[in-house]
């Protein structure tokens, strides 16, 4: 999957000063947590594993520039998404997270500072199964770091590994 991500960013035409992410930091985020209290993350994530995940087919199917010049690659997902996106919300709200009030909109953030860049003509050759989610914390150096994996194929990481 992070061949195709990359392959898409690749099949772009960026200016000089936009910044890509990196193949080991392209994910699709569910909910965006913040300054979560450490002390908590047990906690949170035994409420997360409680959720039923269904498999869910994303697929690409359009390139969007967003203010303040970030590039995405938007998805496609089967109702199993929204359902996913909507009880982790749950969840995490009931922590006292504040949820994002814009409507959902899967996507992975392929650049930042990435005013004027030029998408590929050719459609996005990017689709996969997701089986799974995890908890992600940002780590030193920018990088992300898997505290831990919910249901199924795909996330078979131990926590602590970093995203790669």
Known sequence: MRDRLVAESEAWRWPPRSRLVG????HLTLHFIGGFARDRLDALATALAGLQTEPTALVATRREIWRGG???????????????????GGVVAAFGVPLDPRPFAPHVTLARAARGAAP???AADVAWDARGFALVASAPGGNYRVLRSFAGAGHDRSPGEPVR
């Open 120 to 122: 590929p003509l050719r």
């Open 70 to 88: 970030i590039a995405v690659l938007l998805f496609a997902a089967g109702p199993e998404l929204a359902a996913l996106h909507e009880a982790i």
């Open 23 to 26: 193949a080991a930091k392209l």
